[in-house]
């Protein structure tokens, strides 16, 4: 599968942003999807993750109440709405998938797209 994030860009602080993902394959809703993001000089690190099917889904405490992962099977996309964005949320913001795993563990996920900038002004 191929992933294609997108959406990023350049917000003030208390701002909005929805990332997207976009897959290709026709066996994109047998996968799970996470959303992980890099700081410069950070470790990459887990957001949000749901399940093939949407009904589980996993979120860092970090983000939990601002963030929400969804995805859309019949446009092959994941998204993630980002609410209330802090300084803090700057980062590249990566989309991954599996075939099994949505939790937060970085090594688990089998393919990754490249990264969207977001950047939140103070």
């Known amino acids: 599968v191929q992933l294609q994030a997108s959406g990023g860009g350049l917000v003030q602080a208390g701002g909005s942003l929805r990332l997207s993902c976009a897959a290709s394959g026709r066996t994109f809703r047998t996968y799970t999807m996470g959303w992980f993001r890099q700081a410069p000089g950070k470790p990459r690190e887990f957001v949000a993750a749901?399940?093939?099917?949407?009904?589980?889904?996993n979120t860092a405490d970090s983000v939990k109440g601002r963030f929400t992962i969804s995805r859309d099977g019949a446009e092959n996309m994941v998204h993630l709405q980002m609410n209330s964005l802090k300084p803090e949320d700057t980062a590249v913001y990566y989309c991954a998938a599996d075939l099994s795993y949505f939790g937060p563990e970085l090594s688990e996920y089998d393919y990754w797209g490249q990264g969207t900038q977001v950047t939140v002004s103070s």
């Open positions: 749901i399940s093939w099917g949407g009904g589980g889904t």
